[in-house]
C-alpha cells in the first residue's frame, strides 16, 4: 500500500523535463494558488486571469463587481496537498480501507478461534445434590432415602453413583474437523488479508486519479483564463473597429458573443474545481467543504512505468503481484482443504475424552443407621472419561452430498481465478496500450498548440498592423482553445493510464521495474 506513494513521491520531486519533445521549449500548462487567480503558461505567454477581466472591453460594461458570480470559498477554507499527502491520508482515512482491515483483523481472530479448537476446555465449579422419597434399585427394589452430596474441584454436576457429567478437563471433537478447519481458517486469514491489498490498491488508485482530476480542473480553469483573455482582446479590438466605421457592428458582436461564452466556460471551470474538490475529499475522508488544491505547479507527462518495459514483461510482474491472484490462490486452496474434509468426515471419529479431579462427600438416613456421618466422609476423587464414536450422516448420503458440494466450489473456485487472470491481463494491456497512444498523442497535440499559438499571434499581429479585421482572429482564437484544451486532456489522460498500469502490476517496488538503459540512447530518440 505504501509503495504507490512512495514510488510516485520520488517521481514528484524529479525536475520537469519534457517526455518525446524536441529540444524546443514544449508549451506547459501551469497553475498558481486560487487565491491568486490562475495564472497559465503557456508556449512562454504568461497571463493572469484578473487581466482578462480588465480588458474584457465593452461586454463588460455594465456589469457590477458584486454581480460576479463567486464559486471559490474564502481563502481560509483553502488546504494545499500534494500527491503523495493524498495517497498517505488514503492510507490511514479512506473508510473501504480501514473496513478491508477490520475484516483482516476477524478473520485472524477467526483463525485464532479454529486453532484453539485442539486445546480442551477447562471447568472450575461446585455442586450440592438433596433426594428426598423413594428410589429405585437396579433390581427393582424401592428404597426410601433422605441423601445429599457436595462436590468441589476440576468439574462439576457429581451425582450420586455416577461420573462427574461435566468435566474439568473435556475434548469434545471430530478430529477431522478439527484439523482441517484449523488449515481453512489459514487459507480465510490469507484471503481477507490478500483482499484488504486489493482494496488498497484500487483505493489508491482512485485517490490518485482524483487528485489528477482536481490538478486537471485547475490546469483547465486556467486555460479558460487564458482564453477568455485572447476572446476579450478580439471583442475589444472588433469593438474599437466598428465605433470607427472600419468594422461591423454584427462583427462587434459576434466577437462579444464569443467573449460571453468564454466566461461561461471560465465559470464552468469554477464548479469543476470545486467538484473535483469535493470528491478527493471524500476519497480521503475529510469534509466535502474544505477547499482542496494541489500542491503541483504545473501538469506534465509523469511516467510510472519505463516505457522501455514490453507488455509480456508487465504481464508477467502483474502475475506474480497482484494481490486478487493471490487471494484466488487462497481461495482454491481452501475449496481444495474442505473437499479434503468431507471425504475423511466419515473414517473420523467424534471424541468426547474428559478428567475430573476435587473433593466429594455426603450421606444419606440409610448409612446414618450404621453409625456412619449424616453428611460426611470428604475425600478426594479423579474421574476420567473417554468415549469415541463414527457417524454416518443421512445413512451416508448426507455425507456425499458435502463431498459433491465441496468439490463443486473447488471447480468453482478455478473458473473465478480463470476469470480474474484475464481480468489482470486485460488491466494490463488495456493501460499500457493507453500510454503508448496517449503518448502520441501529447506529441501531436503539443504541435497543434505550438502551431496554433503562432497562427494566433500571427494573425494578431497583422490586424493591429492594419491588415484585415479582428473578426477574422476568430477561428485561429477557437483552435487554439481547442487545441490547448486536447493538449491538457492528453496529458492528464496519459498520466492516469501511468497510474492504472502501475496499479494494474500490484505495485511492485522500482528494483522490479528498473532497466539498463541502452548505450545507444539519446533525449533525442523520443522525438
Not at 480501507?97 to 476446555?121: H, K
Request: proline residues 5%.
Amino acid at each position: 500500500m505504501r509503495s504507490l506513494w512512495l514510488f510516485l513521491c520520488g517521481l514528484l520531486t524529479l525536475p520537469v523535463l519534457p517526455l518525446a519533445w524536441s529540444q524546443d521549449d514544449p508549451p506547459v500548462v501551469s497553475v498558481v494558488p486560487i487565491d491568486e487567480k490562475a495564472v497559465l503558461v503557456l508556449g512562454g505567454l504568461e497571463v493572469a486571469g484578473s487581466a482578462a477581466q480588465k480588458s474584457a472591453g465593452p461586454a463588460n460594461k455594465g456589469v457590477a463587481p458584486e454581480q460576479a458570480l463567486e464559486l471559490a470559498p474564502p481563502a481560509r477554507a483553502i488546504y494545499t496537498l500534494d500527491l503523495a499527502s493524498a495517497l498517505r491520508l488514503a492510507g490511514i482515512e479512506n473508510l473501504e480501507i480501514v473496513q478491508a482491515r477490520q475484516r483482516v483483523v476477524e478473520a485472524v481472530a477467526a483463525r485464532q478461534l479454529a486453532a484453539a479448537q485442539l486445546l480442551p476446555n477447562t471447568n472450575l465449579g461446585l455442586n450440592f445434590d438433596a433426594h428426598n422419597g423413594p428410589l429405585q434399585q437396579a433390581s427393582g427394589n424401592i428404597l426410601s432415602v433422605t441423601r445429599s452430596a457436595l462436590y468441589v474441584g476440576a468439574g462439576t454436576n457429581a451425582v450420586a453413583a455416577g461420573t462427574v457429567s461435566i468435566p474439568g478437563v473435556v475434548y469434545n471433537l471430530n478430529l477431522s474437523e478439527a484439523f482441517f478447519n484449523a488449515l481453512v481458517s489459514r487459507q480465510v486469514a490469507a484471503r481477507a488479508s490478500f483482499t484488504n491489498q486489493a482494496i488498497a490498491n484500487e483505493m489508491l488508485r482512485r485517490v490518485a486519479g482524483a487528485y489528477l482530476n482536481l490538478l486537471a480542473a485547475e490546469s483547465y480553469r486556467s486555460l479558460t483564463w487564458q482564453t477568455e483573455k485572447d476572446a476579450a482582446e478580439v471583442a475589444k479590438m472588433t469593438a474599437a473597429f466598428a465605433k470607427t466605421g472600419q468594422g461591423r457592428q454584427a462583427d462587434a458582436d459576434r466577437a462579444a458573443t464569443e467573449l460571453a461564452t468564454r466566461k461561461i466556460d471560465r465559470i464552468e471551470a469554477d464548479g469543476r474545481t470545486l467538484i473535483a474538490s469535493a470528491r478527493l475529499a471524500e476519497l480521503l475522508n475529510l469534509d466535502a467543504t474544505l477547499r482542496l488544491h494541489p500542491a503541483e505547479t504545473q501538469l506534465v507527462p509523469l511516467p510510472v512505468v519505463p516505457e522501455l518495459m514490453p507488455l509480456p514483461e508487465l504481464v508477467a510482474v502483474a502475475l506474480a503481484r497482484r494481490p486478487e491472484l493471490a487471494e484466488r490462490q487462497a481461495a482454491i486452496r481452501q475449496a481444495f482443504l474442505e473437499l479434503r474434509s468431507a471425504k475423511v468426515l466419515p473414517f473420523s471419529p467424534n471424541v468426547i475424552m474428559g478428567f475430573s479431579a476435587g473433593t466429594f462427600g455426603g450421606g444419606s438416613n440409610i448409612v446414618a443407621g450404621t453409625g456412619q456421618p449424616r453428611f460426611g466422609n470428604f475425600g478426594g476423587r479423579n474421574d476420567v472419561d473417554v468415549v469415541m464414536y463414527w457417524t454416518l450422516q443421512n445413512l451416508g448420503i448426507g455425507n456425499r452430498a458435502l463431498v459433491n458440494a465441496a468439490r463443486s466450489r473447488l471447480g468453482s473456485a478455478d473458473l473465478r481465478q480463470l476469470e480474474v487472470l484475464n481480468r489482470v491481463r486485460a488491466e494490463v494491456a488495456q493501460a499500457y496500450t493507453g500510454t503508448q497512444v496517449l503518448m502520441a498523442k501529447i506529441a501531436s497535440t503539443e504541435k497543434a498548440v505550438t502551431f496554433g499559438g503562432k497562427a494566433f499571434a500571427e494573425d494578431l499581429k497583422r490586424v493591429q498592423g492594419g491588415v484585415g479585421l479582428p473578426i477574422e482572429l476568430m477561428d485561429s482564437l477557437r483552435l487554439l482553445g481547442q487545441a490547448r484544451l486536447e493538449y491538457l486532456d492528453a496529458i492528464v489522460r496519459y498520466n492516469k493510464a501511468h497510474v492504472d498500469l502501475y496499479v494494474a502490476l500490484g505495485q511492485p517496488p522500482a528494483d522490479t521495474l528498473a532497466r539498463p538503459v541502452p548505450a545507444d540512447f539519446s533525449p533525442t530518440q523520443a522525438k
